[in-house]
């Protein structure tokens, strides 16, 4: 099973959700805007991304500057306190595969979690090909 935590007002993540689809899979889809996060579901994906509340942090497009967010001394916990109160600070798309789990910016990235990976071609929204029509990633 696949899981995606979904923006569909992102490209990036729209783009990420079209190659899921593509592998042949249709993953869970949770948009995280409407259902929000909870501490202990933050944690456990920023644990299995590798990722900090930190390096999750969307700082374009999000009220982070406006909250005193960009200040490197602002410490993790007040970092998720704010992603709870607004989700829309998590960066996105999260994905969460068999393969292990990932924030998939560029949306290529989601490719490392996919098996099979989609047929080439695969473009993205913008027209750039992310896979030739041999299946051969050109990242």
């Known amino acids: 099973m696949i899981v995606i935590h979904h923006n569909p007002a992102c490209g990036t ?17 949770i948009d995280y805007q409407k259902t929000g996060w909870t501490r202990p579901q933050l ?17 374009t497009k999000s009220p982070a500057e406006a909250l005193g967010l960009l200040d490197p001394s602002v ?18 798309p999260i994905v969460c595969s068999p393969r292990g789990v990932r924030l998939c ?3 290529e990235a989601v490719l490392d979690l996919l098996d099979p990976l989609p047929a080439g071609p695969l473009y993205k929204e913008d027209g750039q090909m992310v896979l030739n029509e041999n299946g051969e990633r050109l990242d």
């Not at 959700?17 to 993953?27: D, K, T, Y």
Request: net charge negative.
């Open 105 to 107: 910016r560029p949306s």
């Open 13 to 29: 993540s729209r783009n990420v959700l079209a190659f899921i689809r593509a592998s042949g899979v249709e993953p869970e889809v």
């Open 75 to 92: 410490p993790d916990e007040a970092l998720l306190d704010a992603m709870l109160d607004h989700p829309i600070l998590v960066n996105r």
């Open 43 to 59: 944690l456990a994906l920023f644990a299995a991304a590798d990722l900090t509340p930190r390096s999750a942090l969307r700082t």
